[in-house]
């Protein structure tokens, strides 16, 4: 039985670009207005970028691209797959960060709310399962439409749309994580934290 490709007629730099594009605006807006909800009603920048995506999104988008997109005739292993990968991703990423920073990153579990299964303030059992469910939205949901959107536009059009558009968060994210550090210049999270957008940690 041949296995459906969810990605229709997208070229691989196409597909890459637009999970880029989609997942870090997703995750933006997912924790956009879950932080709203934790600090309530408070409205806060999150993410290190200066735009409306966060990096963390986007890179996990990219390696449950790669690793499940042989697996889309399976959703269940999807699942299960882009929550364990996501899940080690942030737990990882979460650690490295605590020990850079002093204790500093971008998130703690520990003073959330829903923090059930919480591990060390790293991950918990929410944020697993929001990353297993984007994991089925991505292959269901997002890579049909930008396929039907690139039927409906052109294939040189929109995929110079992508490869813009994720150009642009690419530079954003090696600017902030990178070389806003290496060159001292002024990075998103210090010019937001001082226009206020950033909040107060939670008691």
């Not at 399976?74 to 942030?90: D, H, M, R, Y």
């Not at 944020?127 to 040189?156: C, D």
């Amino acid at each position: 039985m041949k296995k459906k490709n969810y990605s229709g007629k997208l070229s691989t730099v196409t597909a890459v670009m637009g999970v880029i594009v989609c997942g870090g605006i997703f995750g933006w807006i997912y924790e956009t207005l879950f932080y709203m909800y934790n600090y309530d009603g408070l409205i806060i920048k999150r993410g290190s970028c200066f735009g409306p995506w966060i990096d963390i999104y986007c890179l996990g988008g990219v390696l449950i691209y790669f690793v499940c997109r042989k697996m889309t005739d399976k959703p269940w292993l999807i699942f299960i797959v882009s929550g364990v990968l996501c899940g080690a991703l942030e737990y990882v990423a979460g650690f490295i960060l605590d020990r850079v920073t002093g204790g500093h990153w971008g998130w703690n579990y520990n003073k959330e709310k829903l923090n059930f299964g919480n591990i060390n303030g790293y991950i918990c059992l929410r944020s697993v399962l929001v990353f297993a469910f984007s994991g089925l939205m991505l292959f269901y949901v997002i890579l049909p439409f930008l396929s039907w959107v690139q039927s409906k536009i052109g294939e040189k059009i929109f995929s110079r749309i992508m490869l813009v558009l994720g150009i642009i968060i690419i530079i954003d994210i090696l600017y902030n994580d990178i070389g806003g550090y290496i060159f001292g210049l002024p990075t998103a999270s210090q010019i937001y934290h001082d226009l206020g957008w950033f909040s107060p940690e939670p008691k």
